[in-house]
């Protein structure tokens, strides 16, 4: 069960998390806008990577708060965590960040 | 006396507490200390179980966890019966049943047994190879017979009676094993002040150093020095001692699972106590000490009863006071089995000769064994061994230089001990996903780079001598305690006077000579694997160390071949010529040992499993006589039958009452949202499809919300109860869904909507009364609210009191009677019901259940979420078109119904279907197709989604998405059931009051 670093209430244990897919997904300010193609992609197309994923958590059953994680899919390491609407954090050259 | 073999005195066994328990029936004494295993031992016991494949006699091999053979089934009835615990863990009391496994009739007479004479048509990849064809065999032949023959033990046939707990703990430093170097790091650990747990899947700790006679610590017996160590752990107040208790899994971030055992060892337990507990540990730092397993020589008819591991005899020994036989052989590529020599010859044990693989042994421990008088053959091995049921003699072979082997002599013996040196445990630490490295001189594969926050100390980590691990132990608790963030208290360093045994061994098949298809080398004695077997996936193309583990299932049986996996990857090493490290190694999983199904559950059993939810009028529906159904979480009343009643005749009574009078619904479990705040209409206008804009005050509409993808999510009313505050309803099922997407959009893209949602299904209990008398019952009830038609019209909400009590009074129907949705909060559900009960006496007022309301909606063709809609149903698909703001510019999921496929005609479309034979009631989920009598497979043009005997019409009716089904109303199609085609005729999708005058009144 991962530790999950709430950026509002501090280390969780995962049971109190829902997961919410991949972050930094941005639903397009005008939809109407836009073509068929680029709305499937917004839709569906995800980019799973082996290593740091950019992730949304939601505090369920605790301040129900969403928030993104930098999460490294091989190792379960979290890097970072960090509030919803901030910009992905750069890692340190060690891949391991400020946050453990 | 508590056995033929038992030594007059020494060990750690209180022979004043005498034990008797039964093993296959047969009742034998032991004494308080023992397990199984010793007392069996204590009695001459050797043979305990059938071998899994060629039913093999088998005896114990190890006195620990990592006991391959000693697999017994424990319990004195089928509700208590627990199969496949090993002999050499289970502590006797008194009045413990074990019974052998895998053998029939008996196991000294073994029908089983037979196997063995098939064995060369049982090697590798047997099952792959024989049961091939024809495929209609494999149900009625191949797969039954395979199912009997394999898996070991049986199930328990009871429900298991016990208690099980779990609990979630944390602390600083966890250690793992409390042998010298455990118990020297949590010392180290604890005296920085850093808290503590120490674990140890024993129910004595101490580890090697119970069974240590010889080496004194700090001027001290082993023993003494254990007893004052955790006797100073158990005094401080930060260090919390766990003996019994196993790690068995590594979760990621440091999360540990550990099983104590409570009971288990207990005759007539308090039966307040749980059986197991689970320890669900979340540790900063782990100190992992979790030793080393000796590993067997593998030679031909090394499988005997009465073959042990040298260190294993020691620990009968020297712990348990057990002389594991009368004369003794020894087989070994170490020292170590030279000190467990001596030791038993010192507890009256005769060691006959000792074969030493190597050409030259020598340093103290050889020298100590020849001044004890003992015979060491150099360059020695084992070629054979006889004897049925225990072994009698052993054939030794002279190993020249050229690596030939040629016989020398044979030996009479009752006991035949290897040593081939010893493996770290290294499971935990690979578990942890930690990477591993090979260490040539060790010829082991020790912990490299961590990936969690832990260290090894110790045996596992390949030192082996005793000051050295204690040592260890001491600078790997003080250095997790430093990491933790605690200072101070320098480890002190230990002296210990004693002779380390060095790190010689042997990994592979020793040289024997034989022909490996006529002899048999066991290397895995639990899934009866041969050195031929491994020989054979290898000559068939297998090169991959897991490819051949699941072909020959070498290191596959429960123990997780803890005592077979490195001489596995020895052999094939060999055979492939190919060093041992690129062979790899196969992964560590969890559980370390078997672990119960019920530590897992818990208390998730029975009425625990899940939680249920109740209306406050529950109570009142079940004195009534309700008959309930689960939706989600809920208990709902399904119907209320009157005597003599079935479902159909309830619900046939309930719908008329309804239709004609008033009927009373309980609809407390829809999900309920208040969103509140300046910009509530803009976030109402985003989520769902309708506009909310227009919307006033006190008016309340039907509202449908998507997924971003253009399926329907959910549905519901929603009341405006203020130009900043909406009332939401969601379905029963929804609830948490539809709330958790609002916030989701509220916190993630649209932060700067100033509007709060709050979930307030359980503030309010919904009472539902329905039907052309509802406003006369409520009437007298309401202060401050005119329920009149010109005051209070069809889709308006106002609020007051009712019965005294606040109230949203929502006139709203789903029936398509006059209707009314009373809420009030939920405290005064019970009371408020039973008022309007009352005051609906004289106008015959009926509760309905789920059943009911299911018909009377489906009458008039509403939709049901989940029903009606499987996520790919658009909003035009089912009917519900005109709830899309034609108006606005974007709403959750109206991108995606521009998408061609989206719009496309032949997309399944709601319609009603009536049989052409009124009493044929269809079958929810059955198909439509256009022609019955096509060939299979049909073409399936759509499928029934809801159909009820409607009492009102005195017909069957049905609703069902059918391709381009509204193109086709006024046609008839088919449904194919196993007894015929039903014909129907496809109509409108409402089948009573198409109109809605009955509301308008
Ligand atoms: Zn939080």
Same mark, same amino acid.
């Given at each position: 069960?991962?530790?999950?670093?709430?950026?509002?209430?501090?280390?969780?244990?995962?049971?109190?998390?829902?997961?919410?897919?991949?972050?930094?997904? %941005?639903?397009?300010?005008?939809?109407?806008?836009?073509?068929?193609?680029?709305?499937?992609?917004?839709?569906?197309?995800?980019?799973?990577?082996?290593?740091?994923?950019?992730?949304?958590?939601?505090?369920?059953?605790?301040?129900?708060?969403?928030?993104?994680?930098?999460?490294?899919?091989?190792?379960?390491?979290? %890097?970072?965590?960090?509030?919803?609407?901030?910009?992905?954090?750069?890692?340190?050259?060690?891949?391991?960040?400020?946050?453990? | 006396?508590?056995?033929?073999?038992?030594?007059?005195?020494?060990?750690?066994? $209180?022979?004043?507490?005498?034990?008797?328990?039964?093993?296959?029936?047969?009742?034998?004494?032991?004494?308080?200390?023992?397990?199984?295993?010793?007392?069996?031992?204590?009695?001459?016991?050797?043979?305990?179980?059938?071998?899994?494949?060629?039913?093999?006699?088998?005896?114990?091999?190890?006195?620990?966890?990592?006991?391959?053979?000693?697999?017994?089934?424990?319990?004195?009835?089928?509700?208590?019966?627990?199969?496949?615990?090993?002999?050499?863990?289970?502590?006797?009391?008194?009045?413990?049943?074990?019974?052998?496994?895998?053998?029939?009739?008996?196991?000294?007479?073994?029908?089983?047994?037979?196997?063995?004479?098939?064995?060369?048509?049982?090697?590798?990849?047997?099952?792959?190879?024989?049961?091939?064809?024809?495929?209609? &065999?494999?149900?009625?032949?191949?797969?039954?017979?395979?199912?009997?023959?394999?898996?070991?033990?049986?199930?328990?046939?009871?429900?298991?009676? $016990?208690?099980?707990?779990?609990?979630?703990?944390?602390?600083?430093?966890?250690?793992?094993?409390?042998?010298?170097?455990?118990?020297? &790091?949590?010392?180290?650990?604890?005296?920085?002040?850093?808290?503590?747990?120490?674990?140890?899947?024993?129910?004595?700790?101490?580890?090697?150093?119970?069974?240590?006679?010889?080496?004194?610590?700090?001027?001290?017996?082993?023993?003494?020095?254990?007893?004052?160590?955790?006797?100073?752990?158990?005094?401080?107040?930060?260090?919390?001692?766990?003996?019994?208790? #196993?790690?068995?899994?590594?979760?990621?971030?440091?999360?540990?699972?550990?099983?104590?055992?409570?009971?288990?060892?207990?005759?007539?337990?308090?039966?307040?106590?749980?059986?197991?507990?689970?320890?669900?540990?979340?540790?900063?730092?782990?100190?992992?000490? #979790?030793?080393?397993?000796?590993?067997?020589?593998?030679?031909?008819?090394?499988?005997?009863?009465?073959?042990?591991?040298?260190?294993?005899?020691?620990?009968?020994?020297?712990?348990?006071?057990?002389?594991?036989?009368?004369?003794?052989?020894?087989?070994?590529?170490?020292?170590?089995?030279?000190?467990?020599?001596?030791?038993?010859?010192?507890?009256?044990?005769?060691?006959?000769?000792?074969? *030493?693989?190597?050409?030259?042994?020598?340093?103290?421990?050889? $020298?100590?064994?020849?001044?004890?008088?003992?015979?060491?053959?150099?360059?020695?091995?084992?070629?054979?061994?006889?004897?049925?049921?225990?072994? $009698?003699?052993?054939?030794?072979?002279?190993?020249?230089?050229?690596?030939?082997?040629?016989?020398?002599?044979?030996?009479?013996?009752?006991?035949?001990?290897?040593?081939?040196?010893?493996?770290?445990?290294?499971?935990?630490?690979?578990?942890?996903?930690?990477?591993?490295?090979?260490?040539?001189?060790?010829?082991?594969?020790?912990?490299?780079?961590?990936?969690?926050?832990?260290?090894?100390?110790?045996?596992?980590?390949?030192?082996?001598?005793?000051?050295?691990?204690?040592?260890?132990?001491?600078?790997?608790?003080?250095?997790?305690?430093?990491?933790?963030?605690?200072?101070?208290?320098?480890?002190?360093?230990?002296?210990?006077?004693?002779?380390?045994?060095?790190?010689?061994?042997?990994?592979?098949?020793?040289?024997?000579?034989?022909?490996?298809?006529?002899?048999?080398?066991?290397?895995?004695?639990?899934?009866?694997? =041969?050195?031929?077997?491994?020989?054979?996936?290898?000559?068939?193309? /297998?090169?991959?160390?897991?490819?051949?583990?699941?072909?020959?299932?070498?290191?596959?049986?429960?123990?997780?071949?803890?005592?077979?996996?490195?001489?596995?990857?020895?052999?094939?090493?060999?055979?492939?010529?190919?060093?041992?490290?690129?062979?790899?190694?196969?992964?560590?999983?969890?559980?370390?040992?078997? #672990?119960?199904?019920?530590?897992?559950?818990?208390?998730?059993?029975?009425?625990?499993?899940?939680?249920?939810?109740? =209306?406050?009028?529950?109570?009142?529906?079940?004195?009534?006589?309700?008959?309930?159904?689960?939706?989600?979480?809920?208990?709902?009343?399904?119907?209320?039958?009157?005597?003599?009643?079935?479902?159909?005749?309830?619900?046939?009574?309930?719908?008329?009452?309804?239709?004609?009078?008033?009927?009373?619904?309980?609809?407390?479990?829809?999900?309920?949202?208040?969103?509140?705040?300046?910009?509530?209409?803009?976030?109402?206008?985003?989520?769902?499809?309708?506009?909310?804009?227009?919307?006033?005050?006190?008016?309340?509409?039907?509202?449908?919300?998507?997924?971003?993808?253009? /399926?329907?999510?959910?549905?519901?009313?929603?009341?405006?109860?203020?130009?900043?505050?909406?009332?939401?309803?969601?379905?029963?099922?929804?609830?948490?869904?539809?709330?958790?997407?609002?916030?989701?959009?509220?916190?993630?893209?649209?932060?700067?909507?100033?509007?709060?949602?709050?979930?307030?299904?359980?503030?309010? &209990?919904?009472?539902?009364?329905?039907?052309?008398?509802?406003?006369?019952?409520?009437?007298?009830?309401?202060?401050?609210?005119?329920?009149?038609?010109?005051?209070?019209?069809?889709?308006?909400?106002?609020?007051?009191?009712?019965?005294?009590?606040?109230?949203?009074?929502?006139?709203?129907?789903?029936?398509?009677?006059?209707?009314?949705?009373?809420?009030?909060? &939920?405290?005064?559900?019970?009371?408020?019901?039973?008022?309007?009960?009352?005051?609906?006496?004289?106008?015959?007022?009926?509760?309905?259940?789920?059943? =009911?309301?299911?018909?009377?909606?489906?009458?008039?063709?509403?939709?049901?979420?989940?029903?009606? #809609?499987?996520?790919?149903?658009?909003?035009?698909?089912?009917?519900?078109?005109?709830?899309?703001?034609?108006?606005?510019?974007?709403?959750?999921?109206?991108?995606?119904?521009?998408?061609?496929?989206?719009?496309?005609?032949?997309?399944?479309?709601?319609?009603?279907?009536?049989?052409?034979?009124?009493?044929?009631?269809?079958?929810?989920?059955?198909?439509?197709?256009? *022609?019955?009598?096509?060939?299979?497979?049909?073409?399936?043009?759509?499928?029934?989604?809801?159909?009820?005997?409607?009492?009102?019409?005195?017909?069957?009716?049905?609703?069902?998405?059918?391709?381009?089904?509204?193109?086709?109303?006024?046609?008839?199609?088919?449904?194919?059931?196993?007894?015929?085609?039903?014909?129907?005729?496809?109509?409108?999708?409402?089948?009573?009051?198409?109109?809605?005058?009955?509301?308008?009144?």
């Amino acid at each position: 069960m991962l530790l999950i670093p709430c950026p509002h209430c501090g280390p969780r244990a995962e049971l109190e998390f829902s997961y919410g897919g991949e972050a930094h997904i %941005a639903r397009p300010v005008d939809p109407a806008s836009i073509d068929d193609d680029s709305w499937v992609t917004f839709l569906y197309e995800r980019s799973n990577p082996r290593g740091v994923h950019a992730e949304r958590w939601r505090h369920l059953h605790g301040c129900g708060r969403f928030f993104n994680v930098l999460r490294d899919t091989v190792s379960d390491t979290i %890097a970072a965590s960090y509030p919803a609407g901030q910009p992905r954090p750069a890692l340190s050259p060690d891949g391991k960040g400020t946050k453990r | 006396m508590s056995g033929r073999f038992r030594a007059p005195s020494g060990g750690r066994v $209180d022979r004043a507490k005498p034990v008797r328990f039964s093993f296959d029936g047969q009742s034998y004494q032991g004494v308080a200390g023992d397990t199984l295993a010793s007392a069996l031992l204590a009695n001459g016991v050797h043979l305990v179980g059938r071998s899994f494949k060629y039913h093999r006699p088998r005896g114990i091999v190890t006195a620990g966890s990592d006991e391959p053979n000693a697999l017994v089934g424990v319990g004195a009835d089928d509700a208590h019966y627990t199969p496949n615990m090993r002999a050499t863990q289970i502590e006797i009391y008194e009045g413990l049943v074990a019974e052998s496994q895998n053998r029939w009739p008996s196991l000294r007479f073994d029908v089983g047994a037979i196997n063995e004479a098939f064995a060369p048509f049982l090697s590798a990849g047997f099952y792959y190879k024989t049961f091939m064809w024809p495929p209609a &065999a494999w149900k009625r032949i191949y797969e039954p017979l395979i199912r009997r023959a394999a898996g070991l033990g049986r199930a328990p046939a009871k429900p298991d009676p $016990d208690r099980y707990t779990q609990v979630y703990a944390h602390c600083d430093v966890l250690v793992i094993g409390a042998g010298p170097a455990g118990m020297a &790091a949590a010392l180290a650990a604890s005296a920085t002040g850093a808290r503590v747990f120490l674990c140890d899947e024993q129910a004595e700790m101490g580890g090697s150093l119970l069974s240590e006679k010889t080496a004194m610590i700090e001027g001290q017996s082993a023993g003494d020095w254990t007893a004052g160590a955790l006797a100073g752990l158990a005094a401080r107040a930060n260090v919390t001692l766990m003996p019994r208790t #196993t790690a068995f899994g590594w979760y990621p971030h440091n999360f540990l699972g550990l099983c104590e055992r409570i009971t288990d060892h207990l005759a007539g337990a308090d039966p307040k106590l749980p059986r197991e507990r689970l320890w669900q540990v979340r540790a900063t730092e782990v100190v992992l000490a #979790t030793g080393a397993l000796e590993r067997p020589l593998v030679f031909p008819d090394n499988d005997r009863p009465g073959i042990m591991m040298a260190e294993a005899a020691r620990i009968y020994a020297n712990r348990f006071g057990v002389l594991p036989g009368n004369t003794a052989v020894i087989f070994t590529a170490c020292d170590s089995a030279y000190r467990a020599a001596l030791d038993l010859k010192s507890a009256g044990v005769a060691v006959a000769a000792i074969a *030493d693989l190597r050409a030259a042994p020598g340093g103290v421990w050889v $020298d100590r064994a020849r001044a004890a008088g003992m015979e060491v053959r150099e360059a020695t091995v084992v070629t054979g061994t006889t004897g049925r049921l225990r072994i $009698d003699s052993v054939n030794l072979g002279k190993l020249g230089p050229d690596g030939r082997v040629s016989a020398s002599e044979t030996i009479a013996c009752d006991l035949l001990l290897t040593s081939g040196g010893f493996t770290p445990s290294v499971h935990l630490f690979s578990q942890s996903r930690g990477k591993l490295v090979y260490d040539e001189a060790l010829r082991a594969f020790l912990p490299g780079t961590s990936v969690e926050r832990e260290r090894s100390v110790g045996a596992c980590r390949g030192i082996f001598d005793l000051e050295a691990v204690l040592n260890d132990g001491t600078a790997g608790g003080s250095g997790a305690a430093e990491a933790v963030g605690f200072a101070g208290a320098a480890g002190r360093a230990f002296a210990v006077d004693g002779d380390s045994v060095g790190s010689d061994g042997f990994i592979g098949v020793t040289p024997h000579g034989g022909d490996p298809s006529r002899t048999r080398a066991w290397i895995d004695f639990q899934n009866d694997v =041969t050195e031929n077997d491994v020989k054979l996936a290898i000559r068939e193309g /297998f090169r991959s160390i897991e490819h051949v583990k699941r072909y020959t299932t070498t290191g596959m049986a429960t123990d997780q071949g803890k005592t077979s996996n490195m001489n596995a990857l020895g052999l094939v090493s060999q055979t492939l010529k190919r060093p041992l490290p690129q062979v790899g190694l196969t992964t560590f999983r969890p559980p370390y040992t078997p #672990t119960t199904f019920g530590v897992f559950a818990g208390q998730s059993r029975g009425d625990l499993f899940d939680p249920v939810r109740k =209306t406050p009028v529950h109570d009142w529906a079940v004195a009534q006589g309700a008959v309930f159904e689960n939706v989600s979480l809920w208990k709902r009343a399904h119907y209320f039958p009157k005597p003599g009643e079935d479902m159909h005749a309830a619900v046939v009574r309930e719908c008329r009452a309804t239709r004609q009078a008033v009927g009373i619904f309980d609809a407390t479990t829809l999900g309920k949202i208040e969103v509140v705040g300046k910009d509530a209409a803009e976030l109402m206008n985003r989520i769902y499809t309708n506009s909310w804009a227009t919307l006033e005050p006190g008016r309340i509409r039907y509202g449908v919300i998507l997924g971003e993808n253009g /399926f329907v999510m959910d549905d519901g009313v929603v009341g405006r109860m203020a130009p900043d505050r909406f009332h939401i309803t969601t379905t029963t099922g929804g609830a948490s869904r539809v709330l958790t997407m609002m916030e989701d959009y509220v916190q993630t893209e649209w932060p700067n909507l100033d509007v709060w949602l709050t979930s307030t299904t359980e503030e309010w &209990a919904v009472i539902s009364v329905q039907g052309p008398l509802s406003r006369k019952v409520l009437e007298p009830l309401v202060e401050g609210i005119d329920l009149s038609r010109a005051s209070m019209p069809h889709m308006s909400v106002r609020e007051g009191k009712i019965c005294g009590v606040p109230t949203r009074l929502f006139r709203v129907s789903f029936t398509g009677e006059l209707g009314f949705e009373v809420n009030v909060p &939920a405290g005064y559900g019970r009371a408020v019901w039973e008022a309007i009960v009352a005051a609906g006496h004289a106008y015959g007022i009926t509760p309905y259940g789920t059943e =009911t309301m299911h018909v009377l909606r489906a009458e008039k063709g509403f939709i049901v979420v989940g029903q009606e #809609t499987d996520g790919t149903v658009t909003p035009d698909d089912c009917g519900l078109g005109w709830t899309i703001g034609k108006a606005k510019k974007d709403f959750v999921g109206k991108r995606s119904l521009a998408r061609p496929a989206m719009m496309a005609g032949d997309r399944k479309q709601l319609v009603g279907l009536l049989t052409v034979d009124p009493k044929t009631v269809l079958e929810v989920g059955a198909q439509v197709v256009a *022609d019955p009598n096509q060939p299979i497979p049909m073409i399936m043009l759509g499928h029934v989604t809801s159909s009820y005997w409607s009492a009102t019409l005195n017909r069957s009716i049905a609703l069902a998405l059918v391709r381009g089904g509204r193109t086709r109303i006024g046609t008839r199609l088919s449904v194919p059931m196993p007894d015929g085609p039903i014909a129907v005729e496809l109509v409108e999708p409402i089948f009573y009051d198409p109109k809605g005058a009955r509301l308008d009144v």
